[in-house]
């Protein structure tokens, strides 16, 4: 039991995603300092108001607080488009470089194929 979790907990793949789930939170970090110190301030100057926690409606004797939750919308858009225009449309265009750049497999010459028919066709027989 106890190699079976040693074989578990240090599997390659386990490990990736370890790694992979710091780096994330790590990067969490960078891109909610981007939207929160850079481009909140450039909505706040384009419209005037940096927060919307204050806004509320008042129902009966019921006040109903939704600027928290524009508030989350606003940044929840901040942090998509950050990561699009940061991370993914970036990534996009190393892999259609990348891959613009690498030559196409040639077609294998006649003999070989013929070769491979054969081969194929013998251990077809047995």
Known sequence: MIQEFKEFAFKSSLLDVAVGFVLGVAFATVITSLVEDVLTPIIAAIAGQPDFSGLSIDIGE?????????????????????????????????????RAGEEPEPEPAEEVILLREIRDALAARG
């Open 62 to 98: 019921t006040r109903i607080l939704y600027g928290n939750f524009v508030n989350a919308v606003v940044s929840f858009l901040l942090v998509a488009v950050a990561l699009f225009l940061f991370v993914v449309k970036p990534y996009n265009m190393f892999k259609t470089r990348r």
